[in-house]
């Protein structure tokens, strides 16, 4: 059973820094591509950013709204994917979930299995 | 970017109704198009990809169609169950946005 476990959420200041983890169980984690999705309190997903698998090099795609302060990495040896969150802001307040994806017959990728996630607060 | 607009954002229907939801892309998105469903407080869980591929274990009441840039999400025999958000996701192109979501309420 596929399991996405996140963790490292908390109440952090405007400016301040938080790195988020992701455990994953279940299937062989370094074959596949791996995202952070948020979603502000009553609000809809938003895609945070993607990295790519060993093959692909770990590549990593972001946001326009976190390109330059958040940093996507995985550690295969310990089947886990991070977030490192910087220069936070009071509109990163979110829920972050973590998602693995598969390709479809284009070889496009698209979400399967979500994380139950893990709440980011950034307040004064 | 390409912007999702779902409609209606909300609707009423009662157990043992069939609805549909309209998703619509700003842009040709080809055929890469996921519809997901959340509840309140859970994480949102994959039913289709690929416009009307259905994700493993996902029952065969849920179906959709469409191409390009108009899709529409089936949900049929409605059971209480299936009162919740539904979501549209391109993955076309970067940014992957979602819909706005429909809020599938009972009647």
């Known amino acids: 059973e596929v399991q996405l476990v996140e963790s490292g959420g908390g109440l952090v200041q405007p400016g301040g820094s938080l790195r988020l983890s992701c455990a994953a169980s279940?299937?062989?984690?370094?074959?596949?591509?791996m995202d952070w999705v948020r979603q502000a309190p009553g609000k809809g997903p938003e895609w945070v950013g993607r990295?790519?698998?060993?093959?692909?090099?770990?590549?990593?795609e972001y946001a326009a709204s976190v390109k330059g302060r958040f940093t996507i990495s995985t550690d295969d040896s310990k089947n886990s994917l991070y977030l490192q969150m910087s220069s936070l802001k009071t509109e990163d307040t979110a829920l972050y979930y973590c998602?693995?994806?598969?390709?479809?017959?284009?070889?496009?990728?698209?979400?399967?299995?979500w994380g139950q996630g893990t709440l980011v607060t950034v307040s004064s | 970017d390409i912007q999702m607009t779902q409609s209606p954002s909300s609707l009423s229907a009662s157990v043992g109704d069939s609805v549909t939801i309209t998703c619509r892309a700003s842009?040709?998105?080809?055929?890469?198009l996921a519809w997901f469903q959340q509840k309140p407080g859970k994480a949102p869980k994959s039913l289709i990809y690929?416009?009307?591929s259905l994700q493993s274990g996902v029952p065969s009441k849920f179906s959709g169609s469409g191409s390009g840039t108009d899709f529409t999400l089936t949900i049929s025999s409605l059971q209480p169950e299936d009162f919740a958000t539904y979501y549209c996701?391109?993955?076309?192109?970067?940014?992957?946005?979602f819909g706005g979501g429909s809020k599938v309420e009972i009647k």
């Open positions: 842009q040709d998105i080809r055929n890469h």
């Open positions: 996701q391109q993955y076309d192109r970067y940014p992957l946005n």
């Open positions: 990295i790519r698998n060993k093959a692909k090099g770990y590549t990593t």
């Open positions: 279940g299937f062989r984690f370094s074959d596949h591509y």
């Open positions: 690929a416009v009307s």
């Open positions: 998602a693995r994806e598969l390709p479809d017959n284009s070889a496009y990728y698209y979400f399967d299995n």
